[in-house]
């Protein structure tokens, strides 16, 4: 497969725009800077931001194990697949397949993109329908989206039948990996080098504890994060942004022992529902959610916000019936949870 016959023709000839610190990289203390009509006071924030990130990304290469031209970072996951979809997806001619109850984001990425969308609901336990899906592409279809660990329903898909969709799709797999560092699957991230029509992001918004900084990654050939940089805009990551997550990554035991404790009261949380008499199903999870079914989602729903606790209520989504997730908070918000819970 050829990734460059993916690509829409206007991303494939764009001359990307080049900006004053693309030109000119320079990190001696003694150079002056008077090519970007910044304001030259120093307050911490008064040059533009770094383009391509690159200490952000020799922290992620160390971390994750993966060279540094293979990562593209933007402004939360959304950017990131927004502009995986402006490099594949030709508007009102193209389409995408999701797999429901799936991450909501990526039909309203469609939806603005002028994307069609083939919707293939995951079977009984949550699992992608390999044939079905092979079946629902047509030549138009340029990204396949596997959420894995899938939100709302909290598993990993099985290797197997990924495996299989990235050997057989005819064109982008998309592997959302937001919750992959709860999991106890692998990254798709170390079979990059075979397989070219792979991409894989990942986001520093839940096991980082980052969510407010906006940083999303993505992983892919060499090939594809080229024509990603094509289109991103040039400062997509703010220095602030930067920063802070510099910061974070250098300390990253402190992320580690943060989602052991989450995984501990992950499996106390699931112990506490299965008391709760009006509890019926608790599906297993790989990330730091719990979806699990009711007797009356709407109801129940209700009664938590009117106590204070906000959960969210999946009921309207294709196999999610009467169906709550419950994120992992600490172990006292938990508790107090449970608490409620039980009274109601
Ligand atoms: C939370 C989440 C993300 C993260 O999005 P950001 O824009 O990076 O905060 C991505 N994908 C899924 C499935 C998520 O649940």
Redesign the pocket.
């Known amino acids: 497969m050829n990734i460059l016959d993916l690509v829409r023709p206007t991303i494939k000839t764009l001359k990307p725009y080049s900006s004053a610190r693309d030109e000119f990289q320079g990190n001696s203390d003694d150079m002056v800077f008077l090519d970007a009509n910044e304001n030259p006071f120093e307050n911490g924030v008064n040059r533009y931001p770094d383009p391509q990130q690159r200490t952000v990304k020799s922290l992620l290469s160390e971390i994750k194990g993966i060279r540094e031209k293979n990562i593209l970072l933007g402004n ?3 950017e990131v697949l927004d502009l995986i979809f402006r490099a594949f997806c030709e508007p009102n001619q193209d389409n995408i397949i999701t797999l429901p109850p799936t ?1 909501g ?1 990526y039909s309203v990425l469609a939806n603005i993109n002028a994307i069609a969308i083939k919707r293939v609901q995951l079977d009984d336990n949550f699992q992608p329908r390999v044939n079905a899906i092979l079946e629902a592409q047509d030549e138009n279809s340029k990204l396949l989206f596997l ?1 894995s660990p899938n ?1 709302p329903t909290g598993n990993s898909f099985e290797a197997k039948a990924i495996e299989s969709l990235i050997r057989t799709f005819q064109g982008i797999v998309v592997i ?1 990996e ?2 992959i560092d709860f999991a106890n699957e692998e990254s798709w991230i170390s079979r990059l080098e075979e397989f070219p029509n792979l991409i894989v ?1 990942q ?1 520093l ?2 096991a980082y504890g980052m ?1 407010g900084i ?3 990654i993505c992983y892919a050939s060499e090939a594809i994060i080229a024509i990603l940089n094509r289109i991103k805009p040039p400062y997509n990551v703010n220095e602030l942004t930067q920063q802070k997550a510099i910061a974070q990554l250098r300390q990253n035991e402190l992320t580690q022992q943060q989602v052991d404790v989450i995984l501990k009261e992950r499996k106390a949380l699931v112990d506490q529902l299965e008391g709760i008499s009006y509890v019926s199903k608790i599906y297993p999870s790989d990330a730091n959610f719990v979806l699990a079914r009711v007797d009356d989602a709407t109801k129940r729903y209700n009664q938590l916000i009117q106590k204070g606790i906000v959960i969210r209520n999946r009921t309207t989504q294709p196999g999610c019936e009467n169906c709550l997730r419950f994120t992992v908070g600490t172990k006292e918000e938990n508790e107090k949870l449970i608490k409620i819970m039980t009274q109601i």
């Open positions: 939360g996951s959304d991450y984001m959420c939100n959302d937001a919750y992001t986001t918004s839940k969510a906006r940083l999303g």
